[in-house]
């Protein structure tokens, strides 16, 4: 009897051991969510000014990215049949209203799968969107879920493209009309076909193509959860390390796990004088008791400054002044020649390729500095943010080479930094080269701004309107406890909310003589420590200046001993030759 | 290549200043590091003085409980118009524990021009232990040393003490030297401890007084306790008469004889040991410039040892010396260095910041470096009887800040000295000059 039972105990004990594993090993959500995403193979035709990619296509790509890695965008002007061969997802966005090539409706016409059309020529995509017809751009005002009048947002260029629906047409998402009373249709579906009223989208309009994309889709049931996380913004050298404890204990008694955003150095504005993290022992232990007590230290630029400005106020990544990449060195007046300019189109290619070159060196020195600085501290950054998120297409792609996570908003365009915006969800876009975004949505507490936090309330609200759109802040430390109290308060309210490890997630970082990657939850840094010490004395001196005072120390400490050690002597010298003289 | 001057060209200035910094405290690192060296070497051999203290007194034990023969002892005694000190002396070695016919007590009257001739004379016809020897030219005026062999030559003993003319042994003095070396056959020499008769005289005295404890506590007793090495005095020691046969008696031409006869009588395997128990009083100088003479001299001596054996290491059979040797080098080279760097960082970092990274802890330091000076010092004081008295350790106090600090200028001007005699090659002259001119430390008392 009592045999049996343990047996049976013990055999019900090792299943369910062995489902647990199983359970561990293949039914994790993130996994069977992957497996879904690998199978999407997304083909996007867009007809837009000239047939570039510009912003727009990379909001697009943004929100993409979150249902799958395999994104191809291809103009309308040079798609061809092998092109939608293996398509799964079918996306026609006609940002221009334009007269797309007469082959174009032949090339559909065998594609079955799920469609999504947005914006202008849906009529010369053959019969697919037959149950739609478009009567020209009208202005409108604000965007809801049609069962969910609640959900109002403002429309992002107050104009849209009215439609006339047919047959058995579903109205998902519509659009208030101002003053004239009337109601829009801006999202509707007919079968497995999906229309979006408006051609410039941004991230308004991506929350409410977003949520209905996840049943174009299919993603099944969506976790309850929402993915959430707070990024401590701009700890350069000089920041005080006393707020930053205090904020460091906060979140550590709150079992949140957070960013921090570092800068490796700090240029004065006035003197022009460079400041490291070396000179600046006490920040450095907050910084890595902060990292071992679980935060994941963000790369936040090297200098976060380009041209002489303050760091954390300058823009390292992007040349202001001539709203350009960094196409110079900083002290070199640059004028960027015209097109006209150069007799033949290789000429201008040669020197677009020469600035694009000094660009990516530029990227490429700072990038592979910072890391190896941070890592010769001791700290390992995880992910990469542009300082003020700005950062050139091909910055992006010199980045990915460095890492595989970017945090903060994106900028989608080379003409104008100000072309910068970020999306509802986790993604993976093809602009980004397989790097993952984790977009920030929520905004920051602004000094002297007494509405930033109402902006945040806003945001927030905004993202919960998504299912599991990201709910993601950043803070400065220096405004202390206080500010950051005001923001978690208002993220924590946030129901099902579900803080982001970066450890937790598939993490690669690469540059020389430094790897570091993510294995179960645990950074692994790999680092041939000599020939990183031999890449700049500046290394070596940190840990020679290191191992010096505590040698000194040392002495001290030995010499207080010695000194003990004298006195205890000469007492019981005193003491044994008063008592032979007694 | 071009982006290379992104960085460092607006940079440059700073770079530059980056460099004076960090070359600053490069500098400062190592001096702290070559003075604390020497500061735990230190308080390395003040621990062995501490135990030596308390062990010495079983060798004292067991030379008063042994019953054996006494050896035949040759006390040797150089003195270069010594008049005025010479009487004393003689006294006490008529008050000496030792039976008198094991005993001779020869007065070397090198060349002397007052009535020291005459004195020795007199003694020497009342008391048959005491012998004279008059030197005259030109086996006479050669220095100590020349005495030295004078004596050596008159001498019937097995073993030769020394003492100089200025000092007043205590009566057990020669009894603990000789037995010493009877009972301790790996000893080639003995070496007893020297107390100052005019301690109380001033301030100065005073100071020298305290010095002279803690270097005999801390050097010899502690170099004895762990290394078996002491060095050979100038007086209050005794040596194998075999030992000086062997060698040709003193060398007279070195410029530090003490020193060189103790490197000889560790490379014949014998050790040297300091017992403290011998003891002699003996006058120091009273006056600053009689002071500043005697230890440029020995400053000079010493400077001259380590050119003389730091490039011929290899040659010496007991590489013990090293240890001394090494000391030397320390004491007069690094130590010195990194107190005049230590001390040249202070002063340019008062007039300009240098933004040294070393921060609080050099207070710490500072702090702590001052302890070891007093406790060390305090407890040298406390192995002699009624030394560790207030007015002692406040003088300690003062010492650190005024004795102490003088050791700098005077191991700048023997350098300088030196230097200028390897130079201008005047190795001979300064010799003889400063000899006669300046015969010993001896003709201060009081």
Sequence with gaps: MNNSKTTKRKCLAAAFIITLLFSIFLSTPQSIAEVKEEQAKIVVVYTSKENEINEYQRQLDMLLGHFSKDITFISSAEVEKKDLENATHLIYYGQKKSRLPETFPALLEEYTGPFLAIGYNTEQLGAHFDFIQSHGEIAIDQLYFTNDPNTLLNASYGKAIKVNIKGNTEILVEATKGYEDSIEPILVKNQNHYYFAIDDIALNETIFLGEILHTLFETGERSSSRPAYLRLEDVHPLVDPVPLQEIAEILKGKNIPYMIAVIPVYTSPQTGEKHYFSDSPALLKVLKQMQKDGASIVLHGYTHQYRSSETGEGFEFWDVENNLPVYASSDEEFNLKEK????????????????????????????????????????????????????SQNGYQVVSDYFSTYVGQVQLSDEDWRTMDGTPYISTPSFLNGMELLPETLGFIEEDNPNSLKDIQSKSERIQMTENGIAAAFYHPYLGSEGLYDVLNEMERIPHLEWIDLKQRDISVQADNVSIYTINGEVIADVKNGALLMTSWDFSMYHIKGFLKTAIWGMAILGGVAVWLFVVFTIHLQTRSTKMEG | MAIRSVYYSSSNQEYKNGRV???????????????????????????????????????????????????????????????????????????????????????????????????????????????????????????????????????????????????????????????????????????????????????????????????????????????????????????????????????????????????????????????????????????????????????????????????????????????????????????????????????????????????????????????????????????????????????????????????????????FLEV???????????????????????????
Aim: contains cysteine; aromatic residues 14%; proline residues 3%.
């Design chain 1, 340 to 391: 006209s300019e150069f007799k033949t189109a290789e000429e201008y290619e040669k020197y677009m390729d020469g600035l694009k070159q000094f660009e990516r060196e530029y990227i490429q020195t700072k990038l592979t500095r910072g890391i190896q600085e941070l890592v010769n501290y001791g700290l390992h950054p995880l992910a990469f943010e542009a300082p003020h998120y700005t950062m």
């Design chain 2, 21 to 415: 910094i960090l070359m600053a405290d490069f500098i400062l690192y190592t001096s702290l590091f070559l003075i604390w060296i020497m500061l735990f070497y230190h308080a390395f051999l003040m621990i062995g003085g501490y135990f030596h203290s308390l062990k010495y007194r079983e060798f004292e034990k067991k030379i008063s409980t042994t019953g054996e023969e006494f050896p035949k002892v040759s006390i040797l005694i150089p003195a270069h118009n010594e008049e005025v000190v010479i009487e004393e002396t003689i006294r006490s070695m008529i008050r000496l524990h030792y039976p008198k016919d094991k005993l001779e007590v020869i007065i070397v009257n090198d060349n002397s021009s007052d009535d020291t001739g005459k004195i020795v004379d007199r003694y020497a016809k009342k008391y048959s232990f005491i012998h004279a020897v008059h030197t005259k030219p030109p086996h006479a005026g050669k220095g100590k040393s020349g005495a030295l062999n004078q004596g050596l030559l008159a001498s019937t003993g097995d073993i030769i003490a020394v003492y100089d003319a200025d000092n007043t042994p205590e009566p057990d003095a020669i009894r603990y030297l000789a037995l010493g070396l009877k009972n301790d056959p790996k000893a080639g020499a003995m070496v007893g401890k020297f107390r100052v008769v005019n301690a109380n005289k001033n301030i100065l005295t005073r100071l020298i007084n305290i010095e002279t404890l803690t270097f005999q506590w801390l050097a010899q007793a502690g170099r004895w306790f762990w290394f078996k090495m002491a060095t050979i005095p100038g007086t209050n020691f005794a040596i194998r008469r075999s030992i000086l046969d062997e060698i040709g008696g003193w060398d007279e031409k070195a410029l530090s004889e003490d020193t060189e006869l103790s490197i000889r009588v560790y490379n014949m395997g014998y050790y040297i040991r300091f017992f403290p128990a011998a003891v002699t009083w003996e006058q120091e100088p009273e006056t600053l410039k009689v002071w500043w003479r005697q230890r440029t001299r020995w400053a000079r001596g010493n400077l001259y040892v380590i050119f003389k054996y730091l490039f011929t290491m290899h040659k010496l059979k007991n590489k013990k010396v090293l240890i001394d040797i090494s000391y030397f080098l320390f004491t007069y080279y690094l130590f010195f260095g990194g107190v005049l760097l230590s001390h040249g960082i202070f002063v340019v970092n008062l007039i300009t910041d240098l933004q040294l990274s070393i921060g609080k802890i050099s207070i710490a330091l500072l702090i702590v470096g001052f302890l070891l000076f007093l406790t060390e010092v305090c407890l040298a004081l406390s192995m002699e009887k009624h030394q560790l008295t207030l007015k002692n350790f406040i003088l300690v106090l003062f010492m650190y800040l005024t004795y102490s600090q003088m050791w700098i200028f005077l191991v700048a001007y023997a350098s």
């Design chain 2, 420 to 446: 200028k005699r390897v130079l201008f090659k005047q190795e001979a002259k300064w010799y003889k000059t400063q000899r006669f001119k300046q015969p010993a430390k001896n003709n201060h008392s009081a």
